[in-house]
């Protein structure tokens, strides 16, 4: 038997925002417009026109430089039902192809097509026709053996075209030219290192993730930490993970029920704390980060309230759970008030596709033991290893 290689698409959506403007307003076709922000120049774009973009006009960017860059700028009222409704449609006809769908924003997926018989650029083509004639918005598509390498290779495809059209860009990454595909990218088109990880790596003389590449680790952890032997392996376009996995599941949570009266501060704290661990271990086991961690408390009358905060950046790191769900608590302790149900939950999941956290060694320490105790348990048990302050 030959080599087995996955067929990994990235389907994009062409500035999708404004792509649905423009079928609910057809005269801002070939215009330079926006969506976000207000005509006098307040908050910031969520999505620019191609014709917007052609000048230097980004998303994000503040709208008052927007306008400076393009003073002809149009700004739209985002039509948010619209694009819900429209992303729903396409979702829906990726999933004609295959049910290993994996949706990873409103106008982004993930599918592997493996099974499927015709060549990546044959169902890629099919798939970008299906979706222009079903729905008239246009899609690119990055094929490769593996998700990292497909996004990146959309990513490319589109940076590629230069025009005031949408790209419906095509780009084919064949197996065995990951390494080659990426060697001359520059090092911040690496999927997951931020603004400050580029600087911090350029300033360290690695300007292209081929220097990545030939680097030694030794002299990569020195400059990345413990992330140094992700970073290498994504230098190479290596990334196994799968297609598919979990992508139903909104949340991850653990709740416990008492039958006595809870009233014990540090008791309840003490459970919060394992209870997080819990839900942590959980999303490491799917390989998934969320952004709004959740606290359920159901007081003894069965009054039950649920309170939760979004965080800057998604985790699964347990301290991270742990310390937004006892802050929680805190806001809504009642001394005397007993307590019959404590919930620990976090949603708003995503890939663990995280930004390179370069500053902060702890965090990187703290994912390194928790990947080690995570399987040694999965090997040994759970009481084989413990974290400390946990008494058994």
């Known amino acids: 038997m030959g080599n087995y290689f996955r067929k990994i698409l990235h389907v994009d959506l062409d500035a999708f925002f404004c792509s649905v403007e423009e079928l609910l307003d057809p005269s801002l076709n070939g215009k330079a417009f926006s969506t976000g922000g207000t005509s006098d120049g307040r908050g910031v774009v969520t999505s620019c026109s191609y014709a917007a973009r052609l000048v230097g ?20 009222q985002g039509h948010y039902q619209d694009y819900s409704h429209y992303s729903n449609l396409v979702m ?15 106008d982004e997926a993930f599918l592997d097509v493996s099974d499927l018989p015709q060549d990546s650029k044959t169902i890629a083509l099919e798939i970008q026709m299906k979706i222009m004639s079903e729905t008239d ?23 590629e075209h230069k025009k005031s059209t949408s790209p419906m860009a095509i780009k084919i990454i064949p197996p065995g030219q990951e390494k080659k595909f990426l060697a001359s990218l520059p090092i911040g088109e690496m999927w997951g290192v931020g603004p400050k990880s580029e600087k911090i790596l350029i300033n360290n003389g690695l300007n292209f993730i081929g220097d990545i590449q030939s680097i030694q680790l030794e002299k990569l ?12 392996d994504r230098s190479l376009g290596i990334d196994n993970r799968p297609v598919g996995i979990d992508e139903r599941i909104k949340s991850i949570s653990n709740e416990r029920t008492f039958f006595g009266n809870l009233t014990s501060k540090p008791e309840v704290v003490s459970i919060i704390k394992n209870l997080s661990e819990k839900v942590g271990k959980r999303l490491r086991k799917r390989r998934m980060s969320g952004k709004t961690v959740r606290l359920k408390i159901r007081w003894l009358n069965f009054e039950t309230i649920t309170r939760q905060m979004t965080l800057d950046q998604p985790t699964n790191h347990d301290s991270v759970i742990f310390s937004s769900a006892a802050a929680l608590l805190d806001s809504e302790w009642v001394d005397g008030k007993g307590m019959r149900l404590i919930g620990v939950g976090v949603s708003k999941l995503e890939p663990d596709i995280y930004q390179l956290s370069l500053f902060d060694r702890d965090f990187q320490k703290e994912k390194s033991l928790l990947e080690a105790i995570d ?13 400390g302050n946990k008494k058994r």
């Open 92 to 106: 829906g006809i990726l999933e004609n192809f295959t049910h290993l769908v994996e949706p990873i924003s409103i």
């Open 375 to 387: 399987g040694l348990q999965e090997r040994f048990g759970s009481n084989v290893i413990y974290k």
């Open 57 to 76: 006009v980004r998303s994000a960017m503040p709208m008052h430089k927007a306008q400076r860059l393009c003073p002809s700028l149009i700004t739209v």
């Open 137 to 159: 918005l246009p899609c690119s598509i990055g094929a490769a053996s593996n998700k990292l390498v497909a996004k990146m290779a959309t990513n490319i495809g589109k940076s």
């Open 221 to 232: 952890v020195n400059i990345v930490g413990n992330f140094a032997s992700t970073l290498k």
